[in-house]
T-cell receptor, first 112, second 113 residues
Framework: DGGITQSPKYLFRKEGQNVTLSCEQN?????MYWYRQDPGQGLRLIYYSQIVNDFQKGDIAEGYSVSREKKESFPLTVTSAQKNPTAFYLC???????????FGDGTRLSIL | KQEVTQIPAALSVPEGENLVLNCSFT??????LQWFRQDPGKGLTSLLL?????REQTSGRLNASLDKSSGRSTLYIAASQPGDSATYLC????????????FGQGTTLQVKP
């Protein structure tokens, strides 16, 4: 089946630790996105990538980093500089940047 | 700066009722508007997308309208069912903006049998 796979579903981070969230898509989409969702809130854009080897900061990029070495993969690293990382993280992709976005099932990150 | 607001934050209705969810935005210079559904602990499923030149879109029991000049969109759900219970989010894409969606906070709908 074509789709977007996020892993793991649940993730726990210790203080001072970096963690990486995985996002893989087999839809052959050029554009990929990372969003953060806090309880009772809408989604906020962290980073997006229009094409391989290119990515742009969103509204809340501080404390996060990404890479786009392959078309199908867009991993997000939550660094120790992100002081409030507890949230639900959603990855999305679209054929091109102006096309509808398709979402994965998310990763819930908590602090130990 | 574009702001998207959804009212009410939560809504509870008996099965079979027709209902309307509201979405308002402050900047009318949008490229399109999209309605999503989110089930608890899950990602988003796209329901309807309305281009800025369109007034409405329909899919089954769902109808979304767009009034760009007044900065409003509504999602009409006909003959609601318990399976419609979920959070509904609207998002706008700004004209000229490369793919960025700006989301409202969502309306959590409960349809009681």
């Amino acid at each position: 089946d074509g789709g977007i796979t996020q892993s793991p579903k649940y993730l726990f981070r210790k203080e001072g630790q970096n963690v990486t969230l995985s996002c893989e898509q087999n839809l052959n989409h050029d554009a990929m996105y990372w969003y953060r969702q806090d309880p009772g809130q809408g989604l906020r854009l962290i980073y997006y990538s229009q094409i391989v080897n290119d990515f742009q900061k969103g509204d809340i990029a501080e404390g996060y980093s990404v890479s786009r070495e392959k078309k199908e993969s867009f991993p997000l690293t939550v660094t120790s500089a992100q002081k409030n990382p507890t949230a639900f993280y959603l990855c999305a992709s679209s054929i091109f940047v102006d096309q509808p976005q398709h979402f994965g099932d998310g990763t819930r990150l908590s602090i130990l | 700066k574009q702001e998207v607001t959804q009212i009410p934050a939560a809504l509870s209705v008996p099965e079979g009722e027709n209902l309307v969810l509201n979405c308002s935005f402050t900047d009318s210079a949008i490229y399109n508007l999209q309605w999503f559904r989110q089930d608890p602990g899950k990602g988003l499923t796209s329901l309807l997308l309305i281009q800025s030149s369109q007034r409405e879109q329909t899919s089954g029991r769902l109808n979304a309208s767009l009034d760009k000049s007044s900065g409003r969109s509504t999602l009409y759900i006909a003959a609601s069912q318990p399976g419609d219970s979920a959070t509904y989010l609207c998002a706008v894409r700004q004209a000229g903006n490369t793919g960025k969606l700006i989301f409202g906070q969502g309306t959590t709908l409960q349809v009681k049998p």
